[in-house]
């Protein structure tokens, strides 16, 4: 990884936010709160989401086109699913302008650019993002400002991509209280199928698991949850459109880190069917070392 070029300005004329769910509506909270753009102009699909965004008031004017919302905006950000986000630029192209950058918040990033990428029009940046943080809850009113802070954002801009660019959108990161890195898209999908796309399968499939237990196990499974399955479950009820998209979008390096975890995962079952107590304690006492390392980095 290697730190994106300093010194960009962080502050933009307008701004257009295409999807107004968790994210999309906690950087137009966040970019608000900084005063980072003159106005700040949001478009979703329903009604209901158009409203709630004017209700809440994290944005100045509401469009159900993308393409309207896009129009004369110097910076698009595209924060719908992973697998919308190929229509939404085809959609917003023609209305771009010159120079604009088109930035992203997906999870998953080779695919994105693959998808995005050939729509858009010659003089117009595409700097893709992923802002490393989230809650399990979704739509515009589980957004709030503080959501980036003390978090990473990563961009993975191709090769050639304008500097000036770049440097803009991480400034905005920046801006919003996000610490910034640039890695290679198809590094950050392999490096996020591991830290984050599997942990949320496991948690799919333990709580699914559990669900299928009959009935008085899975009471009882409800009932003492506090023995580990309970933080299995806040995982477990992410979005599940959004994560049905990252599985999608992010196959081989999810079946690649799975396979690993499938061949760990004997490893332990072995130990435990021979009664290994010294290889369980030493896999147990490295992963407690993971979990200091992460606390120290201030990302617990
Ligand atoms: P969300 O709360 O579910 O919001 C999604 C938004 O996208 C809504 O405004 C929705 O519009 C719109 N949308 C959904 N499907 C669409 C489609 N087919 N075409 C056009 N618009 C569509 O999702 P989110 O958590 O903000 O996630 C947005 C992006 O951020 C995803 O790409 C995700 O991978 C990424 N991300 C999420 C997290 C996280 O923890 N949640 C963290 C980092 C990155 P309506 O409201 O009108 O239906």
Redesign the pocket.
Known sequence: MAEPTAGGDARFDRVAI?????????LAHAIKRGNLAGEIVG????????ATALRLGFIDRAEAD?AAAAEGADLVV????????G??ARAIAPALKPGAIVT?????KQS?IDAVRPHLPDGVHLVPA???????????E??FAELFEGRWCILTPVAGTDEGAVARVAALWRAVGSQVDTMDPRHHDMVLAITSHLPHLIAYTIVGTATELENTLQQEAIKFAAGGFRDFTRIAA??P??WR??FLANKDAVLEMLGRFDEDLTALQRAIRYGDGKALEEWFTRTRAIRRSIVEAGQA
Do not use: F, K, N, Y
């Not at 992203?104 to 998953?108: I, K, M, N, P």
């Not at 992923?130 to 739509?139: L, Q």
């Open positions: 295409i999807g107004l769910g968790l994210i999309g509506s906690s478009a979703a699909r329903t009604e209901q989401t158009r993308p595209i924060a719908v699913p992973v697998g919308a986000s229509a939404v992203d918040v997906g999870s998953v994105v992923h802002p490393v943080a989230g809650t399990e809850e979704s739509g515009p589980a957004g992410s979005d459109v959004m998209d990252i």
